[in-house]
């Protein structure tokens, strides 16, 4: 064993079942380990790295800016957040932002401000937040509560009171726990990503949209995994015809450097006042000029290219040789064996230099880099075909 698995093994702890590779560089989308071995990375580290590795163009905005200001406390002003939040807000129509480092922290700001809301328009009792089976929204105690999952509930309990979960795609079932609580939000993915890959459908968004008005709730559309280009359109709610009240985001949005993004729709864009929220890090200067570089890019003629490559890899898996299924939007695909089990296919794709990352229900799940050049597609998908065919 290597000396980096060696010390991994010894201090760290055993929160994740680790593949047997040590990866020491990357360029676009092919990653190299210790031997020198390559690999072509249909992972993006959890579709974090939208451009793929030491992209170029992000790394010079990241540099210039830690040339200038690298860090400094959220009691000044500084440029890039404000250029950032400009930007997000002008592309999504909503108004405010918050900043954090993380999904899960992104989706606590919205749990407090949806609490907020709820107390402050309709009384003290009207917090509960209904949520969805098989969704994910995070790790702290109160996105774990949100986590429509119980497997990753066990022996944490009591988590945060407050979450009911619905059936994603029964709309009857949002109706049945509005009737029984105090609800001031409904919080979805429009594809549910760890939960196996699945896209709810737009009748059930058309009718909770119609619902949430009818009723005063808001929407929180959690697009930790679906934003930020991945589902080709800037955020996925774009393609399903609506505007959250609040939109959180993660992952991709700074290529590679940790942010969480909390959008504030109208009705809760002054929900906050000074105090109320806060972080350390949040609006860092660095992480924030890289993701502006990374905005800018996520413009129609890459939304374009992320969609042909979206239509090709399905186009290629539906039908093929040990395919039950495919599912997903855009460059977010969940691929069902008929047989076999995803992880043993990801162990198998690794040995042939590819990196696939699985989700719940057995499925085999790629998130590429939006600018995966086809040549490296074309390649990682034939080692998969290839891979799913031998059961
Ligand atoms: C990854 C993810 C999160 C959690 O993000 P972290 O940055 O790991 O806290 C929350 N929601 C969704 C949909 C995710 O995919």
């Known amino acids: 064993m290597s000396t980096i698995r060696q010390l991994d093994e010894t201090y760290i702890a055993k929160t994740y079942g680790r593949f047997p590779v040590t990866l020491v560089s990357g360029k676009g989308s092919v990653a190299k380990d210790e ?67 993380s999904g899960a922290e992104a989706n606590e700001c919205a749990i407090k401000a949806a609490r907020r809301y709820g107390q402050t328009h309709k009384g003290e009792d009207w917090y509960t937040i209904i949520t969805l089976k098989d969704s994910f929204h995070g790790r702290t105690l109160s996105t774990l509560a949100a986590t429509g999952q119980d497997a990753f509930h066990q022996l944490f309990t009591p988590l945060t009171p407050g979450f009911v979960h619905a059936e994603a795609n029964n709309i009857e079932s949002v109706k049945e726990l509005l009737k029984t609580h105090h609800v ?33 709730f808001l929407i929180i559309d959690d697009e930790v995994q679906t934003g930020n280009g991945r589902t080709g359109s800037l955020y996925a709610y774009m393609q399903y015809d609506f505007l959250p009240d609040i ?17 504030l729709g109208e009705k809760v864009q002054d929900i906050f006042k000074p105090g109320d929220n806060g972080s350390t890090f949040g609006g860092n200067p660095a992480v924030c000029a890289g993701a502006l570089s990374n905005l800018t890019r996520l413009d129609d003629a890459m939304m374009a290219e992320v969609n042909a490559k979206a239509a090709w890899i399905r186009r290629e898996l ?56 086809m040549a490296d597609l074309e390649k990682a998908i034939a080692v998969l075909k290839e891979v799913m065919a031998e059961e």
């Open 184 to 216: 001031c939000a409904v919080m979805i993915e429009c594809v549910q990503g760890e939960g196996g890959v699945n896209a709810l459908s737009k009748d059930f968004v058309q009718e909770l949209v119609s619902l949430a008005q009818e009723k005063d």
């Open 35 to 101: 031997a020198g071995n390559e690999y072509i990375d249909m992972g993006a580290g959890i579709g974090v790295n939208v451009f793929g590795y030491s992209d170029d163009t992000w790394k010079e905005a990241v540099i210039a800016q830690l040339d200038t200001i690298q860090h400094t406390s959220n009691l000044y002003y500084t440029g890039p957040c404000a250029k950032l939040a400009e930007a997000l807000c002008t592309r999504t129509g909503l108004k405010k932002v918050f900043y954090c480092n």
């Open 318 to 373: 539906s039908g093929a040789k040990g395919v039950a299924s495919v599912s997903g939007l855009g460059l977010m695909i969940g691929i069902e064996p008929v047989n076999a089990k995803a992880s043993d296919i990801a162990a198998k794709c690794l040995m042939k230099g590819v990196l696939v990352l699985t989700a719940k229900g057995n499925k085999v799940r790629l998130l590429p880099a939006l600018n995966i050049p």
């Open 247 to 263: 939109v959180t985001t993660a992952k991709g949005l700074g290529g590679g450097l940790p942010i969480g993004v909390t959008m």
